[in-house]
């Protein structure tokens, strides 16, 4: 590692190709959900994760395989940021068997016990709670795993929130809790929804250790990640992140975005995050142009072939339906 004191020169050359590679996978997916939802193979609910990719890709160089991910609706791009297939995640978007949910869970519901990403939630907030529950399991079974769970400013106004900090500090579980603040919930601004504008002080009430950071950095959110995930490994309890960041699109795909300013927009865009990552690539000289277009070249195959997976599986079959609603076989409120 690099010892001088400016932030941009702290990671290596790999870390910045891999951030690279990891935020235009994400964009790219994003971008071609977006256009296939226009044209109706995507159907139902479809959150958008366009300008916030350096929180997944700061997350996941803070952490290891093992720590365990959960999120809200908004969950494509930390999926496949944690491991999972784009041909699992564009099958599931389709509502194919092939999909990461059997084409059950469809937009909101992707899920991997394997690459430990426990969703994608509906109902908000609903995870806040179950990311404490990850955190106590690996408490209980003496592992140094941490639960990073995510959620948005809207979710912050949630009971389930405030509850789960108490408890959360009294048992000193190993769970970040990462506020994704896009500014906007669905579509009212946090300066509409709350009295406390800075949302990292939710966690002043239960003496919870906090932090405000720049979302759109993935430097920034590795470093902000990383302190909060030691302190949780060392046994010393649970932290707040605020994130600030900024979604491009709307909510989802049905919003037009109409309560901010195509100006707002541009000026966000201006700071984007993976154009700050290839700045830092070009001027180190880590990569030649050819070798930058052929990280694209190689994203925009894997995109392409997501989506002919997804096109090519098959629909599930008529006696999936009632599976997986209940673990136990025999549950005997199931009628014919």
Not at 36 to 41: R, W
Not at 116 to 139: D, K, M, P, R, S
Not at 244 to 253: A, D, P
Request: some cysteine; glycine content about 8%.
């Amino acid at each position: 590692m690099a010892t001088k004191t400016d932030v941009k020169t702290k990671f290596t050359k790999e870390t910045y190709l891999y951030w690279y590679e990891l935020m235009v996978l994400l964009r790219r997916f994003e971008e071609k959900a977006g256009q296939l939802y226009g044209m109706q193979k995507i159907r139902g609910f479809c959150h958008l994760y366009i300008g916030q990719e350096a929180i997944a890709a700061g997350a996941m160089t803070a952490t290891k395989p093992e720590d365990k991910f959960i999120t809200a609706y908004r969950d494509h791009a930390l999926a496949i940021a944690k491991g999972m297939s784009p041909d699992a995640c564009m099958a599931e978007l389709y509502g194919k068997a092939t999909g990461c949910s059997k084409g059950k869970g469809g937009s909101m519901h992707f899920f991997s016990l394997e690459h430990n990403f426990f969703g994608g939630h509906g109902i908000v907030g609903a995870q806040i709670g179950t990311g404490a529950g990850l955190a106590f399991a690996e408490q209980y079974k003496g592992t140094d795993n941490v639960a990073l769970c995510f959620f948005g400013d809207g979710a912050a106004r949630q009971g389930m929130l405030h509850e789960t900090f108490n408890m959360a500090m009294l048992w000193k579980l190993p769970v970040i809790f990462i506020c994704e603040n896009n500014m906007y919930a669905m579509g009212t601004s946090v300066e509409r929804t709350s009295n406390v504008l800075d949302i990292y002080k939710l966690s002043n009430a239960y003496d919870m250790p906090s932090d405000t950071i720049d979302g759109m950095s993935a430097e920034a959110v590795h470093e902000g990640v990383d302190r909060a995930v030691k302190r949780a490994r060392a046994g010393e309890g649970p932290t707040l992140l605020e994130i600030k960041t900024y979604r491009y699109r709307g909510h989802s795909m049905s919003d037009p975005a109409k309560y901010r300013t195509k100006e707002e927009v541009e000026d966000y865009k201006e700071k984007d995050p993976i154009n700050q990552v290839l700045k830092t690539i070009q001027k180190n000289k880590w990569a030649t142009e050819q070798e930058i277009e052929a990280i694209n070249e190689k994203v925009k195959q894997q995109v392409d072939h997501c989506v002919e997976f997804a096109e090519e599986s098959p629909w599930p079959s008529d006696d999936e339906l009632l599976k997986d609603v209940y673990t136990q076989e025999d549950y005997p409120f199931i009628v014919d």
